[in-house]
């Protein structure tokens, strides 16, 4: 499910490049949130072939907080590889799983 950039507010784009490419010097910045590395740090390079996954890796911008709105605080995000990305917020997608399917599904007269 693709993420909501309205969620992050207008100046998220120059933050993400900020710390991806000035402060993370394009290495994923996980050095063991995501459960994996255990205080090492991730070595995967923006934009060059997967070492621990399949394809190319696309850093991204993990918050590491439960702020609501996500903020725009460096000291509450890293950057990440996809694979550290995704296991970082394991716990928050399976609670939006549960979430959806608690809810009852609505259907439209369209979909009889």
């Not at 072939?49 to 996500?70: D, I």
Request: net charge positive; proline share 7%; aromatic share 6%.
């Amino acid at each position: 499910m693709p993420c909501d950039i309205t969620r992050y507010g207008p100046d998220w784009p120059a933050f993400s490049l900020e710390i991806r490419f000035v402060r993370a010097q394009q290495v994923c910045e996980c050095s063991g949130q995501c459960g994996i590395h255990h205080g090492r740090r991730c070595t995967e390079h923006h934009h060059t072939k997967a070492r621990w996954a399949k394809g190319t890796v696309r850093l991204t911008v993990a918050h590491l907080c439960e702020c609501s709105p996500p903020c725009t605080d460096p000291n509450h995000v890293i950057a990440a590889c996809q694979r550290c990305h995704l296991r970082i917020d394991r716990f928050r997608h399976a609670q939006a799983r549960l979430e959806r399917a608690r809810t009852p599904k609505v259907q439209s007269p369209d979909n009889r």
